[in-house]
């Protein structure tokens, strides 16, 4: 089965992209690639890996983590990707972690499934508010990503230098 490699749809235009799709684009070199990185809680429970890197193109940014979540869970097979905003994440320093302080089994179970299919305003709203981190003021583009969820700094300011 072959994967389309199309712009996501969203309520902002064709501007979110999954990088395995950009043969143009890849991880800066000073940035660890995170895909493959178990993606711990606020608890250090193992909630997933992040299985994508959500980027956007007019701004040369990740927006989001695609989060492939564990069976061990018990949801539903088509609940099992997550997005999170990069800001809401950190690096671990000692190990391939990424650590997600606002993430706990009750908001995963609140959370919006993705599915790749749309990233509407709505659906980016709705991640907010599963991890109880608010919405922010400016609803518009490019306001919106101005706020700390969507932070990069706060993504690597421990990553591990080799």
């Given amino acids: 089965m072959e ?22 684009f890849e991880v800066a070199d000073e940035n660890p690639d995170v895909r493959g990185w178990a993606v711990r809680g606020a608890d250090g429970r193992q ?23 564990d069976d061990s869970l018990g ?3 088509r609940d099992n990707h997550i997005l999170l ?8 320093e000692e ?3 990424v650590f997600v302080p606002s993430l706990t ?14 990233i509407t305003r709505e659906y980016e709203q709705a991640m907010l508010r599963a991890l ?20 990069t700094a706060t993504f690597y300011q421990r990553r591990r230098l080799k």
Wanted: glycine residues 4%.
């Fill in 3 to 24: 994967i389309p490699s199309d712009p996501i749809p969203s309520a902002q235009g064709l501007h979110l992209r999954r990088l395995r799709d950009l043969t143009e």
């Fill in 47 to 69: 909630f997933g890996q992040v299985f994508e890197l959500i980027v956007d193109v007019d701004a040369l940014k990740v927006r989001y983590l695609d989060v492939q979540l």
């Fill in 75 to 77: 949801l539903d097979a």
């Fill in 85 to 92: 905003p990069i800001g809401v994440a950190a690096l671990d």
């Fill in 95 to 97: 190990a391939d972690n």
């Fill in 105 to 118: 089994y009750e908001s995963v179970v609140q959370y919006p499934p993705y599915t790749e299919i749309q």
């Fill in 132 to 151: 109880n981190l608010g919405l922010p003021e400016a609803s518009t583009e490019p306001d919106f990503y101005n706020q700390p969820s969507y932070d």
